[in-house]
């Protein structure tokens, strides 16, 4: 396992180069001159023309690219042309709660899903599979920005029970992860119905059950356990596209994290903030991979990672 996960992080690295040079790429297609915003709209060209030479904009783009490498490879993110502060340190500040964020959207994601999906199987044509299943279709079909404000209105507005925005304890995390983790919520339980369905038909199910073992045993130490690698895939893949895809929740809950951090610097063409963060968020989904592909042998030891 070990050699394997080495050999994973060495193939990382040729992948977040390609990732580098198309963000990078696609960042100086935005329409917009970061260096009209930074000097104001006031300004007179001189300024604009001095404030380009400051930021280092007027060099070669290959240029540009080769000195934010090689600020990369130290450590250094380079300043955010907004803010005058290191990139470094607004990530210090935005980061945790994002990822603190995806863990409590993940978290009940998961084990809501998981029990929709186990009780929908047992359940199969019966009222508690009919009602798992229009909670799941609920749960993807409705956009996140509407279950977001229908939460603040009923929730916040309303009954008055969690704030409609912001960062101020635990409660500001509720509203936003229920919201974040609802569409993740439905295909895990979608995938749990259909591979707890698959398994229950297996032999070995069937002979567990002549053997005399109990139904609760049968369901969860070897039915559920069996579906679980398919769940686990699933459940990987959306949460790293959680880590990068909060960017509408926290926009709609003014939650400042990561996602509305890269919103902010795309309106104000802020390119170190854009292109690290974006880098971060991939770097993030590769890891996760990672992780999802490691945690196959931990459910089913018979999996070989190098084949």
């Known amino acids: 396992m070990w050699k394997y996960t080495a050999k994973r992080i060495v193939e990382m690295i040729p992948i977040l180069i390609v990732i580098s040079i198309l963000t990078f790429l696609f960042i100086h297609l935005i329409p917009g001159d970061p260096a009209r915003l930074v000097a104001g709209k006031d300004a007179t060209l001189e300024d604009v023309e001095n404030v380009r030479h400051e930021l280092g904009l007027d060099k070669p783009i290959l240029k540009q690219y080769v000195d ?3 600020n990369l490879l130290t450590g250094e993110l380079g300043t955010s042309l907004t803010t005058g502060l290191p990139v470094i340190d607004m990530f210090k500040t935005r ?11 993940m978290f009940w994601a998961t084990l809501i899903g998981l029990m929709i999906g186990v009780f929908s199987a047992i359940n199969k044509n019966k009222w508690p599979d009919y009602f798992g299943m229009v909670t799941a279709v609920s749960g993807i079909s409705i956009p996140g920005f509407w279950l977001g404000l229908l939460l603040i209105q009923l929730f916040s ?9 912001g960062l101020d304890g635990f409660s500001s995390y509720i509203l936003p992860s229920l919201t974040l983790g609802a569409g993740i919520m439905s295909m895990i339980a979608r995938f749990t119905r259909s591979s707890m369905l698959e398994t229950l038909q297996a032999d070995f199910i069937r002979t567990g059950r002549a053997k005399g073992l109990k139904e609760h045993s049968v369901i969860v130490t070897h ?4 579906s679980l690698i398919s769940v686990v895939t699933v459940a990987g893949l959306q949460f790293g596209f959680l880590l990068g895809g909060s960017v509408v ?10 996602g509305r951090l890269l919103i902010d610097s795309i309106a104000f063409r802020d390119y170190p903030v854009i292109q690290s963060a974006l880098l971060l968020f991939a770097f993030e989904f590769i890891v996760v991979n990672l992780i999802v592909d490691v945690l196959y042998t931990v459910l089913n030891p018979k999996i070989q990672l190098d084949s």
């Open 68 to 70: 934010y490498m090689k």
């Open 95 to 105: 980061f945790m709660p994002s990822l603190h964020l995806t863990f409590l959207s």
């Open 157 to 165: 507005v309303q009954l008055g029970l969690f704030p409609t925005g």
């Open 223 to 226: 039915a559920l356990r069996n």
């Open 249 to 258: 929740v926290e926009t709609v809950f003014s939650f400042p994290g990561m």
